[in-house]
């Protein structure tokens, strides 16, 4: 079965420090990953997708790595905002389930 | 492109009522419209796919005479809480796909309805 992680469950940060945001998944046949932004109360945006052929990901401060033989991704966000308040998921998905499967979520609260 | 709406975006109703929320992708064709379904603090849990014209596939666990799901076009998905009860207020979120590769479908998320059951 497959089982998505995210570490730590909450952070709390003074604007402008560099984070890393884990997810962990417990079946390594995926085939893609992806990371995706929660506002409170409202729908999901994309922001990365891995394809599972592929190592890293980047979008202007956002970099997501993934090393699918140990099961594991980073979000790294450099030089972090007030702006960049909100909720992180990560989502694996896997030909043998067929569907999307996601982690709880990483609450992110940036602070002036 | 590629938006997906959803309809309405809260709505409260008494115990035993039953409440319709649509999803639209509104600029594509969905192959694929999925429901999911969020409580606070927790991750989003697959409730059902759906494909347009025949039944939807409900994952385990999902009733599917008290979720029904109807898929009457391309465009237009449907989830209908059948008398619903306080502990069916949740946050309700469609996502539509679009197959782009193989097996692989990119889904774009609908804005979420959060229902309220009194």
């Known amino acids: 079965k497959q089982e998505v992680t995210q570490i730590p469950a909450a952070l709390s940060v003074p604007e402008g420090e560099n984070l890393v945001l884990n997810c962990s998944f417990t079946d390594s046949a995926i085939y893609n990953l992806q990371w995706f932004r929660q506002d409170p109360g409202k729908g999901l945006t994309s922001l990365l997708l891995?394809?599972?052929?592929?190592r890293e990901q980047t979008s202007g401060r956002l970099n997501a790595s993934l090393d699918k033989s140990s099961g594991r991704s980073t979000l790294y966000i450099a030089a972090s905002q007030p702006g960049d308040s909100a909720t992180y998921l990560c989502a694996v998905f896997s030909g043998g389930y067929n569907k999307l499967i996601f982690g709880a979520g990483t609450r992110l609260a940036v602070h002036p | 492109g590629a938006v997906v709406s959803q309809h309405p975006s809260w709505v409260i109703c008494k115990s035993g009522t039953s409440v319709k929320i649509e999803c639209r992708s509104l600029d594509f064709q969905a192959t694929t419209m999925f429901w999911y379904r969020q409580f606070p603090k927790q991750s989003l849990m697959l409730m059902a796919t759906?494909?347009?014209?025949?039944?939807?596939?409900?994952e385990q666990g999902v009733e599917k005479d008290k979720f029904l799901i109807n898929h009457a076009s391309l465009t237009l998905s449907t989830l209908t809480v059948t008398s619903a009860h306080p502990e069916d207020s949740s946050f309700y979120i469609c996502?539509?796909?679009?197959?782009?590769?193989?097996?692989?479908?990119?889904?774009?998320f609908g804005p979420g309805t959060r229902l309220l059951v009194l």
């Open positions: 759906s494909n347009e014209g025949s039944k939807a596939t409900y």
């Open positions: 996502s539509a796909g679009q197959r782009t590769s193989g097996v692989q479908e990119t889904q774009y």
């Open positions: 891995i394809q599972s052929s592929q």
